[in-house]
């Protein structure tokens, strides 16, 4: 059975830092990708940033301009988001996907939620 946790969302001001964690479970994980993607209210759902589990090949969303950084624990099966000089358009749920190509998954978790403030 597949389970996808996400974990790490908050309330914080902008300019402050967040991390984001997946814990995978019962996924092939192979050479798959796995990521984040997040949806504000009344907006698309967005592509934040996948990492390929084995080679460590990643993809970033154009709007990352090197604020988060993506990364994984191949040993403990989890995933990693963090985010850094946060801002008011940050604010959404954050979704983790596994076995993600851009914005569609197999499996995807219920999502975190992340609020900035200005």
């Known amino acids: 059975q597949v389970h996808v946790v996400e974990s790490g969302g908050g309330v914080v001001q902008a300019g402050d830092s967040l991390r984001l964690s997946c814990t995978l479970s019962g996924v092939t994980f192979d050479n798959y990708a796995m990521g984040w993607v997040r949806q504000a209210p009344g907006r698309e759902r967005e592509f934040v940033a996948s990492i390929r589990w084995i080679t460590g090949s990643i993809l970033y969303g154009d709007f990352v301009k090197g604020r988060f950084t993506i990364s994984r624990d191949a040993a403990k099966g989890t995933l990693s988001l963090q985010m850094n000089n946060l801002k008011p358009e940050d604010t959404a749920k954050y979704y983790c996907?596994?076995?993600?190509?851009?914005?569609?998954?197999?499996?995807w978790g219920q999502g975190t939620q992340v609020t900035v403030s200005s």
């Open positions: 996907g596994a076995q993600i190509v851009n914005l569609s998954a197999n499996y």
